[in-house]
């Protein structure tokens, strides 16, 4: 399956796990040094060939469609660390209600509610509210303290980032879920994850939480 087809088949899954409402949210994947983005307002779940932008790691427009006016995101994370090959960007309802929340903590703005989210994302910190499309949002990824694979856009939705599109996605859904796991709690007595669960699960998984990041390679 080809680059593009692969980005057409993750768009679908997007669209079906109910993350992208009407033509929001993009998503793009490398395919060796070019990045394969969503062209600007097109449903995700719709994508095909002549929808695709290609770009620099820089950025810049090599042809195809016109990129989505949000991949400084995805060059950002691109720039942050080799390990990530796969970017989903969405504005999936719970996800941007707790983007509209005072995060839990500095390095993640959901809680330890459940091991799958500390597993299969990780902390996940708040970034700075930022206009839609304002380069400003990726050199705030890209400068983020915080080691991650995964961040809130305040008052706007998620970014995650994967080694190939299908963990992007899964990631994304996961993310979604420990959101809405956070709003069907907040108020009440909840129970959080303790220090020792969340380090084992970290180290068994290898998965980022508390840890600073080495943000050498992005700033080269």
């Known amino acids: 399956?080809?680059?593009v087809e692969q980005l057409a088949e993750a768009g679908a899954r997007v669209?079906?796990?109910g993350l992208s409402p009407g033509s929001s949210g993009n998503i793009s994947v490398l395919d060796g040094d070019r990045v394969l983005l969503?062209?600007?307002g097109v449903p995700l779940g719709e994508l095909g060939p002549e929808d695709v932008a290609v770009l620099d790691l820089d950025g810049a427009h090599l042809g195809g469609a016109r990129p989505s006016k949000e991949w400084p995101l995805h060059v950002a994370f691109y720039r942050r660390s080799p390990e990530h090959r796969a970017v989903v960007h969405v504005h999936s309802p719970s996800a941007v209600a707790v983007a509209c929340l005072e995060p839990w903590a500095g390095h993640s703005a959901v809680p330890p509610l459940t091991p799958y989210f500390v597993m299969r994302v990780g902390?996940?910190?708040l970034l700075p509210y930022r206009a839609?499309?304002?380069p400003g949002l990726g050199s705030d990824l890209l400068e983020?303290?915080?080691e991650l694979r995964a961040a809130l856009l305040a008052n706007h939705g998620s970014v995650v980032a994967g080694a190939g599109l299908a963990e992007a996605v899964d990631r994304a859904v996961e993310l979604e879920e420990a959101c809405r796991i956070t709003l069907l709690t907040s108020g009440l007595a909840r129970r959080e994850l303790d220090a020792t669960a969340i380090a084992e699960l970290s180290r068994r998984w290898s998965s980022p939480?508390?840890?600073r990041a080495d943000l050498r390679r992005g700033v080269d």
Do not use: L
Request: with cysteine.
């Open 15 to 17: 669209v079906e796990a």
């Open 209 to 211: 939480w508390g840890g």
């Open 1 to 3: 399956m080809s680059a």
């Open 38 to 40: 969503s062209g600007t």
């Open 132 to 134: 839609p499309g304002d």
């Open 144 to 146: 983020c303290p915080w």
């Open 123 to 125: 902390q996940t910190p």
